[in-house]
């Protein structure tokens, strides 16, 4: 079965740091990758997505996440943390066969030090 | 374009009562999409429309749940007879008709039942 693991639950880092938040899915095909954040009591905001072609996609807010095929990996990465980045954020999965419906990690929390 | 709307934004009921959410896509997406959120998860698919077809429905939507989708414009969900473990939050997401799959969520409905 499809599922996605984001292992951290909890991250925390100072402002102006660097960020990685990991992603893995279980998939047998190549699947279309999204990252959403959410912040408390919202909907979701479209980060990024990877469909096909470069491996490495940039999306809104300064953030950019690597697609890795050989370790099933769509990593999130910002190389400075502002504190409004403070969000809860989900990797998800798409599957061209399944009608498009997503397959959500339970997703991190960051938390931002001034 | 005003996004993904969903009405109410929260919904407070005693057990035992009806619900009914809607949503509005954005105007030229043709599918829609809802799904369940609770408390320190990532969402789960319930269903899927493209237009007015109900193309897809999770396992979670049980029989006292149920999705129209009349025009192929807005929806709606409804939750007959409520019970606590339907406290959530519901998220409505819309797609375009070709292209890129991406979906765009809504705010969401959080519902409390007591």
């Known amino acids: 079965a499809q599922s996605v693991t984001q292992p951290d639950i909890h991250i925390t880092v100072s402002e102006g740091a660097s960020l990685e938040l990991r992603c893995n899915y279980s998939?047998?095909?190549?699947?279309?990758l999204f990252w959403y954040v959410q912040s408390p009591g919202q909907g979701l905001q479209l980060l990024l997505k990877?469909?096909?072609?470069?491996?490495l996609v940039q999306g809104i807010k300064g953030f950019e996440a690597e697609f890795k095929r050989s370790q099933s990996s769509f990593n999130l990465r910002k190389p400075s943390v502002h504190w409004s980045d403070a969000a809860e954020y989900f990797c998800?999965?798409?599957?061209?066969?399944?009608?498009?419906?997503?397959?959500f990690g339970a997703g991190t929390r960051l938390a931002v030090h001034p | 374009d005003t996004g993904v709307s969903q009405n109410p934004r929260h919904k407070i009921t005693k057990r035992g009562q009806n619900v009914t959410f809607r949503c509005d896509p954005i105007?030229?997406?043709?599918?829609l999409y809802w799904y369940r959120q609770t408390l320190g998860q990532g969402p789960e698919f319930l269903t899927y429309?493209?237009?007015?077809?109900?193309?897809?429905k999770s396992r979670l939507l049980s029989d006292r749940f149920s999705a129209e989708r009349p025009k192929g414009s807005f929806s709606t969900l409804e939750i007959q007879r409520t019970e606590q473990g339907d406290s959530a939050m519901y998220l409505c997401?819309?797609?375009?008709?070709?292209?890129?799959?991406?979906?765009?969520f809504g705010p969401g409905t959080r519902l409390t039942v007591t």
């Open positions: 997401a819309s797609s375009p008709r070709t292209g890129t799959y991406e979906q765009y």
């Open positions: 998939y047998g095909a190549t699947p279309y």
């Open positions: 990877y469909f096909s072609g470069d491996t």
């Open positions: 998800a999965v798409g599957f061209s066969g399944g009608y498009n419906k997503l397959i």
């Open positions: 105007s030229e997406h043709n599918r």
């Open positions: 429309f493209q237009n007015e077809a109900q193309l897809e």
